[in-house]
Every structure is written in structure tokens, then in C-alpha cells.
């Protein structure tokens, strides 16, 4: 099509705008000492039950707080209430992402140094969120056993920009005979080396060794300030 | 942001131009009398699973083909290739929906009057594929039982683009606890009217009654170019 070019061009600038945005709040998260994680995903692969379960295990050690993306309605941020956490919706409207500016017009009036860990819950979708910086320490791909095997090879540039793939919903891997193995392969062939932690929101399978993966790589974050200053 | 309401002109100028093309080849389609089917979901929903057993239930009885979009690899066209009719791969690369032209191009060499059913399985996402008219005469949202059930709510355009909803792994209901009032509620709330199917196409419960809809749908359209011609 003949716009294709001039779209090109426009979507260009727009995502340099946000990796100057995202920029920007990288720095005021370090400088606040916030961990901040982004939780990518296909829509209904269990990011929200993931991310209630680890909002509610970090709460007694951690001051952690969440902004959760959503096409539209705020159930997310109100079954994520149920944690005890603050917890932000942001409507997107017909936008398949977040971008940069909405994490920071939505964190304006937060304190960012009072948080340990910032988790965002980005607008189901493995396609869009992938070019869109927001500024955070860490990147998650979410993948549930139900959606097959094929998907790292399908949606490969999402899963190129993850730091960590999380295999959800594992209580279901008997039920839709998951091939633990072709997954493992898929995964390593678009993304070579990347870690893959395997858990089960509803039974809790797996969930203290992501735990101790995120705590870990924020002491890391932490020493490294300490070090340089 | 600043480029912002340029990008939604040029995003409009491009709709406008896939409007037209689609117009197009809406009315090929009728001339050759072929019933064009486009399934829609998000990644893992089931839809070339789905697809695969539509294709081969209805070989004996029909002429049919298929068009299959995926961002990268020509799995899902391998996989259709076991129902042993036409099928071809639409690589999409980083563009998260299929549109009108690619459609176009892909039928160049296909002869439509050959053909009673031309199924277009898009790519994996709730969100793109909603504003791309494929000239289609049934649009369908697939929806699989692991989603969970207010998918509806979060990702409403997609649904209201819709003509029949199709519920996937209906064989996974009892493991998942699937609500079916809330979904049915949900489905109703942003699609009043809307029909809804249930389907697992690994025992094949509801591809009866699915098979029983698009085969009434196309008489209908068939009678009703016999009646007009």
C-alpha cells in the first residue's frame, strides 16, 4: 500500500519519543531504587493470576506496587486489590501496548523511593508490546502450556526482547500433553540462553524459585548502586 | 504525544484503502460463489486445531481451501497440509493482522469458482485484526476455555466485529472451572444477539452443529444470488 512507507516513517518518531520517555524513567527508577519488571504475554495466559500470587507473597518482606494495562474495564486492577498492594489501571482504549508516557503520567503522583519492586502488566498481546521500552529492569514473556508449544517460533520478536520466559498454568501440562522439551527448543532457538522458570499460580508450583530470581537480580541492581556511588 | 493524531490519519488513509480492496474482493467472492470464513483469536486459542478438523470433516462434501496468517514460520500451513486440501501460508513479519491486499495477492493464481469455502485463519491477536475488513462473509472470534471468561470484556472491539462466537477446549472446562453463564454474560454485554458455539475440536464435540452453521449460512447466501441473478 502506498502509506506503508509514511507509516513507517510516523511509527519511527513515535518510538523514539519513547525510548526517550522510557529513558528518562529508567533513570528516576534508579535513582529510586525500584525494581521494575514488565509482564508481557498472549491475553489469557495468566499474567493477572501470576501477578496477585506474587504481589501477595512479596507483601510482608517487600514494598511492591503494580500498574496493569487493559484495552478496556478494570477488573485487573480490582482482582489485583485483593492483595493489599496499590495497583493502577491504565485503559488503553484501542492501543494494543503500553508506552512509556502512560507509566509515567500514571506514576506521577507515586513515591517512587518508598517501592521495592514495580510490576507492570502490560495489554495482552504478543505482538505490540515488543517495541515499546517502558523503562524496566526486566522483561518477562509469559507463555501458558494451553497455547502450545509453537509460539517462541511464531512471535519470535516479543520473546527476543524478554530477559526471562515464564511457562504458566503447569497444573494443565498433563491435560494438553505438553512437550516440555520442543518448548524449551522453540524458546532457545529465537532467544539463545534465556532463562525459563515454569509455574503454576494455582498451586503455587514454582512460584518461590521466581521469587528468588527476581530478589536476587534486584540485589544485584541495588550492590551495583551502592558500588558506584 | 505529538504524532499522535498524525499517525491516525495515516492509519485512516490506510483503512480507507483496505476498505476498498476489500469491497473488491467481497464482490469476487460472491461472483464465484465462494462463502469466505475469517477466524480470529488470540495466540493458542485453537484455531488451526479447530481449522484443521473443519478442513477434513468437510473435504468429502466440499470444495475447500484455506489461508493461514502467522507473523513468522510456515507451521500452521504444514500442519493444515495433513487436511489435504489447498492451503498457503501468509507470512506476516512484524504486522500483527492480515489485510486486504495480502489476501488479494495470495488468491492471484487461485481460482475462486473452484472453491465452496475459503477459510482465512489471521494471525493471533485480539486487538489488530478487528479493523481489517478481508471481504469475508462470516467473521469468527474464537475464544478457548483457558482464557478465562471476561476476555469479552477486556478486548470488546474484536468481539463487536463479530458474527459467531466459537468456544475452544471445551474438553478443558472442568480442569479450568469454566463459567459458562459469566462468559455467555460477557459475550451478550458487548455483542447483544450474538450467537455462540462450543467446540473441542480434540473430541470433536460441537463440530457437528459448527459444520450444520456455516454450510446454512452459505446456502443462504448462495439462494440468495440465484433468486437476485
Given amino acids: 500500500m502506498n502509506s506503508t512507507p509514511r507509516i513507517l516513517e510516523v511509527r519511527k518518531n513515535i518510538l523514539k519519543q519513547n525510548d526517550e520517555i522510557a529513558h528518562t524513567l529508567r533513570s528516576r527508577f534508579e535513582e529510586a531504587g525500584v525494581f521494575v519488571v514488565n509482564l508481557v504475554s498472549s491475553p489469557g495466559s495468566g499474567k493477572t493470576a501470576f501477578l496477585e500470587s506474587t504481589l501477595t507473597r512479596m507483601r510482608s518482606e517487600f514494598r511492591v506496587a503494580a500498574l496493569v494495562g487493559d484495552l478496556a474495564t478494570e477488573n485487573d486492577a480490582q482482582r489485583l486489590a485483593r492483595s493489599q498492594v496499590p495497583v493502577r489501571q491504565i485503559i488503553t482504549g484501542t492501543v494494543?501496548?503500553?508506552?512509556?508516557?502512560?507509566?509515567?503520567s500514571n506514576l506521577k503522583d507515586w513515591n517512587l523511593a518508598e517501592l521495592d519492586f514495580l510490576f507492570i502488566e502490560n495489554v495482552g498481546n504478543l505482538v505490540?508490546?515488543?517495541?515499546?521500552?517502558?523503562?524496566?529492569?526486566?522483561?518477562?514473556?509469559?507463555?501458558?502450556?494451553t497455547e502450545g508449544e509453537d509460539k517462541p517460533l511464531k512471535y519470535p520478536t516479543i520473546v527476543n526482547s524478554a530477559d526471562l520466559a515464564v511457562i504458566t498454568k503447569t497444573?494443565?501440562?498433563g491435560a494438553v500433553e505438553f512437550d516440555w522439551p520442543a518448548a524449551s527448543k522453540n524458546l532457545q532457538a529465537v532467544r539463545p540462553g534465556i532463562q525459563i522458570l515454569r509455574v503454576s499460580a494455582k498451586?503455587?508450583?514454582?512460584?518461590?524459585?521466581?521469587?528468588?530470581?527476581?530478589?536476587s537480580q534486584r540485589r544485584d541492581v541495588v550492590e551495583h548502586l551502592v558500588w558506584h556511588s
Avoid at 505490540?128 to 517502558?134: E, R
Avoid at 498451586?203 to 528468588?212: A, E, P, R, V
Fill in 96 to 104: 494494543c501496548h503500553l508506552d512509556a508516557a502512560m507509566i509515567e
Fill in 203 to 215: 498451586t503455587g508450583s514454582g512460584m518461590d524459585d521466581w521469587l528468588q530470581f527476581i530478589t
Fill in 171 to 173: 497444573d494443565l501440562a
Fill in 128 to 145: 505490540c508490546p515488543s517495541s515499546y521500552d517502558l523503562g524496566e529492569n526486566l522483561r518477562v514473556v509469559l507463555m501458558s502450556v
